[in-house]
């Protein structure tokens, strides 16, 4: 059934066309708030300890040894360089990593899940990581590995 048509004047289209602008305005407004409040839920929060190990493992696989050095304590940075130079010769990637730290004013012991894997010729060899726990420390405001 077919509306009849009535007559408006300018202004009062105009105080139509205002008030929709006005709705689908604040419709869209509350649209992108909900947005960002599920985004923000979503962020990262992690302790920085747990990113510093995930940061660190990253640079182990990646064989990136400036910022293996930069994650680490000065005192564990022979053992870490050890440990990348075990990994140089073959493929390496981080699987299912996942860290989590229980800290303590400066210190915090973190642990992972997930698994090295490292690719020699064909055959993958697995380096679960569920069975280390990492020392890490704040110091001057940079969390830093220093031991397993």
């Known amino acids: 059934m077919k509306r009849p048509l009535v007559w408006q004047s300018p202004k009062a289209k105009l ?14 407004l509350a649209v992108l708030m909900l947005a960002a409040g599920l985004l923000s839920a979503c962020g990262s929060s992690k302790p920085p300890a ?12 990646d064989k990136d040894e400036a910022r293996l050095v930069s994650l680490t304590c000065p005192d564990f940075e022979e053992s870490a360089l050890m440990e990348l130079d075990s990994f140089s010769l073959v493929k390496t990637r981080l699987e299912g990593l996942d860290c989590q ?24 060899q697995q380096f ?13 405001g940079d969390w830093l590995v220093c031991g397993q």
């Open 50 to 61: 747990a990113l510093a190990v995930e940061a660190y493992l990253q640079a182990l696989v």
């Open 15 to 28: 105080q139509g066309i205002r008030t929709l602008r006005r709705s689908a305005f604040a419709g869209g």
């Open 101 to 124: 730290a229980q800290a303590q004013d400066d210190t915090a012991s973190v642990t992972c899940q997930g698994q090295i894997l490292a690719t020699y010729g064909t055959e993958d």
């Open 128 to 140: 679960d990581l569920s069975g280390r726990t990492y020392q890490v420390k704040n110091v001057g």
